[in-house]
């Protein structure tokens, strides 16, 4: 597992990652996946800003008819900022690219994830592992 920004901070779970990948990603047919876990390759990093060495990498993405889209965990973080951050650009990215943003939630983490997306223009498709 690489890490960007928020990656260490929220200590993702491998096994979280694998759940997600058998849950949602597989089973809705994406291909060309790119996963932050052991035996996948790393998705692309992307810049925080155009003068910034700081990146974010996806926990997941795929590619379905062409359209690429990104997956995310949607976990409680200390630093909220940088989780908003991080979800409303890989939510405008996936939307240049015809794709979408999933957040797969764990359990105890869905009104932690709720609050997020009525508080900011964030569009993305909760669903939950």
């Known amino acids: 597992m690489e890490n960007g920004i928020l990656t260490e901070g929220q200590q993702k779970d491998t096994e979280l990652i694998e759940k997600l990948?058998?849950?949602?990603?597989?089973?809705?047919?994406?291909?060309?996946?790119?996963?932050?876990?052991?035996?996948?390759?790393?998705?692309?990093?992307?810049?925080?800003?155009?003068?910034?060495?700081?990146?974010?990498?996806?926990d997941v993405t795929g590619e379905v008819n062409g359209r690429k889209s990104y997956f995310e965990l949607g976990m409680k973080s200390g630093d909220e900022r940088q989780l908003v951050t991080k979800w409303r650009l890989l939510s405008t990215i996936a939307e240049l690219k015809h794709g979408k943003?999933?957040?797969?939630?764990?359990?105890?983490?869905?009104?932690?994830?709720?609050?997020i997306l009525a508080d900011y223009p964030i569009k993305a498709e909760v669903v939950k592992i």
């Open 21 to 58: 990948l058998d849950k949602i990603v597989k089973k809705k047919g994406f291909e060309n996946i790119c996963a932050n876990a052991e035996g996948y390759e790393t998705p692309a990093k992307i810049r925080r800003g155009k003068d910034n060495d700081e990146f974010f990498i996806p």
């Open 101 to 115: 943003l999933y957040l797969a939630v764990p359990r105890g983490h869905m009104a932690f994830t709720n609050r």
